[in-house]
């Protein structure tokens, strides 16, 4: 593995900023003492990146970070990329055919030349040494963290009814369909009802018609990042049954802000939760239904402890120290 021998700052690629895990991580690793912003303009997730990136790093003989999954076809010795998970490979509703050329093509090529890889769970890394087939050696964890933002003292979401909350994209892989079926047929008391963040989709639509619960499920928009705590913080509980994550930042923010979690026991998401949440099997709606029940049966100031315990090993400035060592071990 070559050492790049510069003492300039390491450009990183902050044209992944933005609202999205990928945006909100990038603009957390991001420091002006270590690094200079990219002068590049342009969506980073386009497979055609790999062009301009590479156009880009030929006139630039600084070292690349990337804290998303784009990467040059050159000069991958002074390159590093954040692979959060293979998503586009494991789920065939989040792919395309240029994706899947991209990822085999580019991507993998870049696990193998590439600096370093760095990544956000020990799920992602063994699924990314799995695929790629490099060494584990070569794929640093840098966990996603809590923002300030989220935590206990802050002023819940109190509409006129109890609520639980859905934090979701109307992606398949969210599962969002099973959860509506799920709260639809748990023994919840009928005036409580089932919140989503962002904006309604065809296909559940249809599902809520036809479980005839108009009434009972709102869709609130686009939330900002303080809107999101306060919804978070008034909430029965979060339920997150994913099918797919490569970290699952929705379990340790609403744990940060008191609130119980039910999510899945697969994928990275039991590895984040720990014993702090109801675990599920995402894909048994019976399964689903029992948490939603226990939820508001049981006395949760244990889970809630829990949560408050586990999410607080998650924290964005450990993540960013190790991700500063290991680029500035290498460059030098």
């Not at 790049?4 to 991580?25: L, S, Y």
């Not at 006139?59 to 998503?87: C, E, M, Q, V």
């Not at 964890?141 to 003292?153: A, H, L, M, P, R």
């Not at 609130?220 to 049954?241: D, N, Q, R, V």
Request: charged residues 20%.
């Amino acid at each position: 593995m070559k050492n790049i021998n510069t003492c300039t700052k390491i450009i990183f690629d902050t044209r992944w900023f933005g609202q999205t895990g990928i945006g909100r991580f990038a603009q957390e690793m991001y420091t002006e003492e270590f690094f200079t912003s990219i002068d590049l303009k342009g969506n980073p997730a386009s497979v055609f990146d790999v062009l301009k990136l590479t156009w880009y790093l030929m006139w630039h003989k600084g070292f690349y970070y990337s804290p998303g999954f784009n990467a040059p076809f050159f000069f991958l010795h002074r390159s590093a990329i954040t692979i959060h998970d293979l998503n586009h490979i494991d789920v065939d509703a989040n792919t395309s055919f240029l994706k899947k050329i991209y990822y085999n093509i580019v991507l993998k090529r870049a696990c193998k030349k590439a600096a370093l890889i760095f990544t956000v769970s020990e799920f992602s890394k063994q699924r990314i040494v799995e695929w790629s087939g490099i060494s584990a050696d070569k794929v640093i964890v840098t966990y996603n963290g809590v923002s300030s933002t989220f935590n206990t003292q802050v002023a819940p979401y109190t509409p006129s009814y109890p609520y639980i909350f859905i934090v979701g994209n109307r992606k398949k892989h969210k599962n969002e369909e099973l959860a509506i079926r799920a709260f639809h047929s748990s023994k919840i008391n009928s005036n409580t009802k089932l919140l989503l963040s962002g904006e309604v989709s065809q296909n559940l639509s249809q599902i809520i018609s036809e479980l005839k619960i108009q009434d009972r499920v709102i869709f609130l928009g686009k939330l900002t990042e303080s809107e999101l705590a306060a919804t978070y913080k008034g909430a029965i509980c979060l339920l997150f049954p994913s099918l797919y994550e490569g970290f699952g930042l929705p379990v340790i923010e609403a744990m940060a802000c008191g609130t119980p979690v039910i999510t899945s026991n697969t994928t990275s998401l039991g590895e984040i939760a720990g014993d702090a949440a109801l675990l599920v099997n995402p894909n048994d709606i019976n399964d689903i239904i029992n948490a939603i029940n226990n939820i508001t049966e049981i006395n949760t100031s244990n889970l809630i402890n829990k949560g408050l315990h586990q999410c607080s090993s998650f924290a964005w400035e450990n993540s960013r120290n190790i991700l500063i060592k290991e680029l500035l071990a290498i460059r030098n």
